[in-house]
């Protein structure tokens, strides 16, 4: 939709710097016009009949709305992509456009838990029927595909214990048996992973993630390849799910600096999650860009960077891990990521039902930000000294 192809095969920086949008298509002016928009005039009843022109209504798109999607397109490689007022609406809107009553659905077990919440409430009430599979499983999802099978919907790594998945393989089976893949990429970004370059046919992100940069905007994007992208489209027309224009603004103006705000996300998480791995009170580090972890061989295959979010097992139960938290200063207690500032939380995993295990620990997931790093060390080694003293 609307790609100035001009620059796609440029490196990812000069992409992100001048995606999207061209100066000269308004007056010079560096960045796009923030539209606010419902109304848009027709010149004469003829053309109003036949919406013979490029905006129609606020919810069909804006200049603004035109920018950020189409500098998505060309990152993601893909046919078109919409963006929604939220990650979860995301989400929910690719589901609602492909699902129908009577349908199976696939989602991995490790998947983000609003998502699941999304699946075994409103999809199950609507008569789809839902089941998780584990994220080790490979090609062998292909005995889990029924003929009503219509969707898997997958997230690699995995939400909060980032296990990572064969994508490839499982959009292999998918392709074969008719069945659309749906991928939750915010982890990756389309910086570190392409998934419609790996089968798969719509990309998710939480956008108010890395794209926002700044823990201050909600919004997501769904991004089709040309066999999805007119039912995509048409669903999210028909929910009427447009995000405002001053976010997608936002948004796109994030994206213009992600790519240096992810590089350090990205040395800082690693630097970091090495350290841990000699720490005391440390029983594992679950990171899936180190040597260590069970994915490792999948993510240095498929992908091409790591960002600032991984957990590690801290050895003890809910007095430890409370103990950690409180001792942070520089590290917030709060839930989303992908902002200039280091968060943490401990994390929750009583949902997964097919693939439940036992860490041996308290899962303490950490969200790196653009902190230096020194400091954050000091933060964590506090952290751990009041756990082993709790
Ligand atoms: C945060 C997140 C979402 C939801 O995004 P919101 O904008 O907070 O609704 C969806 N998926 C993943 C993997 C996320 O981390």
């Not at 790519?259 to 998480?269: F, I, P």
């Not at 009170?281 to 295959?301: D, F, M, Q, Y």
């Not at 280091?342 to 009583?350: I, R, T």
């Amino acid at each position: 939709m609307n790609v100035p192809p001009k620059h796609n095969r440029k490196g990812i920086n000069t992409q992100l710097a001048h995606g999207g949008y061209d100066p000269r298509s308004f007056h010079g002016f560096v960045n796009p016009p923030v539209v606010h928009a419902s109304t848009v005039l027709f010149p004469d009843a003829q053309t109003m009949k036949t919406r013979n022109q490029k905006y129609t209504y606020g919810t069909r798109g804006t200049p603004t709305s035109d920018a950020l999607c189409s500098a998505i397109d060309a990152l993601e490689g893909s046919a078109g992509t919409i963006a929604v007022p939220s990650g979860l609406a995301a989400v929910t809107v690719p589901l609602l456009a492909f699902l129908s009553a009577g349908d199976h659905a696939l989602f991995v077990d490790t998947i983000y838990n609003p998502t699941r919440r999304f699946a075994d409430t409103m999809l199950a009430r609507l008569g789809v029927e839902v089941e998780y599979y584990e994220p080790e499983i490979g090609a062998g999802i292909t005995d889990l595909i029924r003929p009503n099978t219509r969707v898997i919907f997958t997230e690699s790594p995995g939400s909060n214990t980032f296990e990572m998945q064969d994508i490839p393989a499982i959009a292999a089976v998918a392709r074969e048996a008719g069945v659309i893949t749906m991928l939750d990429n915010t982890w990756a970004t389309p910086l570190f992973f392409r998934p419609l370059d790996h089968g798969v046919d719509i990309s998710i992100h939480a956008a108010t993630k890395y794209p926002a940069g700044h823990s201050d905007v909600l919004l997501g994007t769904v991004s089709a390849n040309e066999r999805c992208w007119e039912q995509l489209h048409e669903g999210f027309l028909t929910l009427g799910t447009p995000a405002g224009p001053d976010d997608v603004y936002q948004v796109f103006r994030g994206l213009r600096t992600m790519g240096v705000r992810l590089e350090r996300h990205q040395t800082n998480a690693l630097e970091i999650a090495r350290w841990l791995e000699d720490q005391p009170g440390v029983k594992t580090v679950l990171h899936p860009a180190l040597e260590s972890h069970p994915g490792h061989a999948i993510w240095k295959r498929d992908f091409k960077g790591s960002s600032g979010i991984f957990s590690f097992v801290l050895e003890g139960g809910e007095a430890q891990a409370e103990a950690f938290l409180d001792a942070l200063d520089i590290f917030g207690l709060g839930y989303s990521w992908g902002g200039y500032e280091s968060l943490a939380v401990h994390v929750y995993l009583g949902d997964r039902t097919v693939s439940a295990r036992n860490y041996g620990g308290s899962v303490i997931r950490l969200q790196i930000g653009l902190e230096d790093v020194p400091d954050l060390m000091d933060d964590i080694a506090k952290g751990l000294s009041a756990a082993r003293q709790a």
